[in-house]
C-alpha cells in the first residue's frame, strides 16, 4: 500500500509593510531635543508694495531734477504707510536731498552795505565765523569803517579772542568816539569786562573826527 503524503498548510500572508512607514520610536536620548519644523517666510504686506511703488516714482522724479514733486511722493510713503519702518529711512535720505535742493541758496553779498548787514544777521544769530568773513572784506575796502572795527570787536569777544577784540575796538573808539559809550552798555562785550586792557580803553579819550559815522548797535544794545 502506498504511503501518503501530507501537504504542507499553506501559511497565512503576511501584510507587507510600507516603505513609508515610520520605524518605532527610540528612546531619547539626554539632552536631545527633536528637530523642528522650518517656518515658511513671511509673505510681503501688500502696503510695503504699495509703499516701494511710490518710493521708486520718487525716485525717478528726483532724477529728473524734479525736487518739489520728488518732495511730495517722499512724504506720500512717510504719511500713508507708517508701518513700514525698513523703508522709512532710505525715504528720508532722499527727502532731505531734495529739501536742500529745493531751498534758494543766498546771494552772496557784494558792497559795503550789503556785507555789514550781512555780518550783522550772522551776529545776532550766534554766527561769528560767518561776520568775521563778512566783515574782514569791508575792513580790507575801507579800512577806516567804525562800524566794521566795532562789529569786528564784539565778534572776536564772542569767541573768546580778547586780544583781537580790544584792538578793533581802540580802532573804533578812535575813529568814532561814540563807540565808547556803547561799549559800555553793550552785553556782547560782556565776555571783556574783566580785562585791563579793556577797562583802559573806555576810560582814556580819544580825539574825535570831524567825519563821525552813526555807530553800529549790536543786538543786546537794541
Do not use: W
Request: net charge neutral; hydrophobic share 35%.
Amino acid at each position: 500500500m502506498a504511503t501518503k503524503h501530507r501537504r504542507p498548510a499553506p501559511k497565512s500572508p503576511k501584510t507587507p509593510v510600507p516603505s513609508s512607514s515610520v520605524p518605532p520610536e527610540r528612546p531619547a536620548s539626554a539632552g536631545h531635543v527633536p528637530p523642528q519644523p522650518v517656518p515658511e517666510p513671511p509673505q510681503r504686506r501688500t502696503t510695503y508694495i504699495e509703499a516701494v511703488a511710490i518710493y521708486e516714482r520718487g525716485l525717478e522724479t528726483l532724477q529728473r531734477h524734479d525736487f518739489p514733486g520728488a518732495t511730495a511722493l517722499f512724504e506720500s510713503v512717510l504719511r500713508l504707510y507708517p508701518e513700514e519702518k525698513e523703508l522709512h529711512e532710505r525715504v528720508r535720505l532722499y527727502l532731505n536731498i531734495c529739501q536742500r535742493q529745493a531751498t534758494p541758496k543766498e546771494a552772496a553779498p557784494q558792497t559795503l552795505e550789503e556785507r555789514l548787514y550781512a555780518a550783522t544777521l550772522a551776529i545776532n544769530g550766534g554766527r561769528y565765523d560767518q561776520a568775521l568773513a563778512n566783515l574782514r572784506l569791508v575792513r580790507d575796502e575801507d579800512p577806516d569803517n567804525d562800524h566794521a572795527l566795532y562789529m569786528l570787536a564784539v565778534a572776536h569777544a564772542q569767541r573768546g579772542e580778547p586780544a583781537e577784540a580790544i584792538a578793533h575796538l581802540e580802532r573804533a573808539i578812535a575813529l568814532n568816539p561814540e563807540n565808547r559809550a556803547l561799549a559800555k552798555g553793550d552785553p556782547d562785550l560782556e565776555p571783556l569786562r574783566g580785562d585791563d586792557a579793556f577797562r583802559t580803553a573806555l576810560d582814556t579819550p580819544a580825539a574825535s573826527r570831524s567825519d563821525r559815522r552813526r555807530p553800529f548797535r549790536s543786538r543786546g544794545s537794541r
